[in-house]
């Protein structure tokens, strides 16, 4: 029995014209920036965006990353995206305001204590 597309498949085999099950593309669907995945009788794909990036299709940069590549730390945010391992983008507390790093490389926004 074949109408239904299996898991990390997409596509309507039933429909009238049918439209062939093709499989989850992460370059395609998701711009290489995360994983495309679907349940079984599912007729597209989602994302599951790679830190840092957030959007259907993961084409925009998620709160708190900024850049082309949004691996940078955005204002207000802390954290070191580019190391390995990464250290995620958080957001510094009220008791902290953020200041860039005097290094850009780093990616990294500095928390430090209010004057």
Same mark, same amino acid.
């Given at each position: =029995? !074949? &109408?239904?597309? %299996?898991? *990390?498949?997409?596509? *309507? ?10 499989? !989850?593309?992460?370059?395609? &669907?998701?711009n +290489?920036k995360? =994983?495309?995945?679907?349940? %079984? ?10 830190? +840092?990036?957030q +959007? ?5 940069? %998620?709160?708190?990353?900024e850049g082309? *590549? ?5 204002? =207000?945010?802390? +954290? =070191?995206?580019t190391?390995?391992?990464?250290v995620?983008?958080?957001?510094? &507390?009220?008791?902290?305001? %953020? ?17």
């Amino acid at each position: =029995n !074949c &109408d239904t597309c %299996a898991a *990390n498949f997409m596509g *309507n085999p039933t429909a009238a014209p049918a439209v062939p099950c093709t499989a !989850c593309d992460d370059a395609a &669907d998701c711009n +290489g920036k995360g =994983n495309s995945t679907s349940v %079984a009788g599912s007729s597209s794909c989602t994302c599951d965006c790679d830190a +840092g990036w957030q +959007g259907a299709a993961c084409d925009a940069c %998620a709160p708190g990353y900024e850049g082309a *590549n949004c691996d940078t730390c955005a204002a =207000n945010f802390m +954290g =070191n995206p580019t190391a390995a391992p990464a250290v995620p983008c958080t957001a510094c &507390d009220d008791r902290f305001r %953020a200041r860039r790093a005097t290094t850009p490389q780093t990616a990294m926004a500095r928390a430090t204590p209010r004057a």
